[in-house]
C-alpha cells in the first residue's frame, strides 16, 4: 500500500504546539497528532474523509492535553 495526498501542518490547541499529518492508503484517511516540542505521539485515527481523521485526532489530543499538568519554569 502506497501513501498519497500527504499533507503536514502546525497548529495551536489550547495553548499547546500540535503536528498534525494526514495522508490517505487503501481508500481510508490516516491522521498523527503529535506534540511539537518534545515530539510525543498523541494520537493515531482513521476516517473516511481527511476532515474526519483529522477531526478524531484533533479532538483526542485535545482531550490529553487537557490532562496534562503544565508547570511554571
Keep these: 500500500m502506497k501513501a498519497e495526498d500527504y499533507r503536514e ?3 495551536e490547541v489550547d495553548g499547546w504546539s500540535l503536528n498534525l499529518a494526514s495522508y490517505r ?3 481510508k484517511y490516516h491522521c498523527r497528532a ?3 516540542s518534545p515530539g510525543a ?3 493515531r485515527t482513521t476516517g473516511s474523509t481527511r ?3 483529522e ?3 484533533l479532538a483526542r489530543a485535545r482531550e490529553l ?3 496534562t499538568r503544565r508547570q511554571t519554569v
Design 51 to 53: 476532515e474526519e481523521a
Design 34 to 36: 503529535d506534540n511539537v
Design 41 to 43: 505521539g498523541l494520537a
Design 65 to 67: 492535553l487537557a490532562r
Design 25 to 27: 492508503a487503501g481508500g
Design 9 to 11: 501542518r502546525k497548529l
Design 55 to 57: 477531526e478524531k485526532a
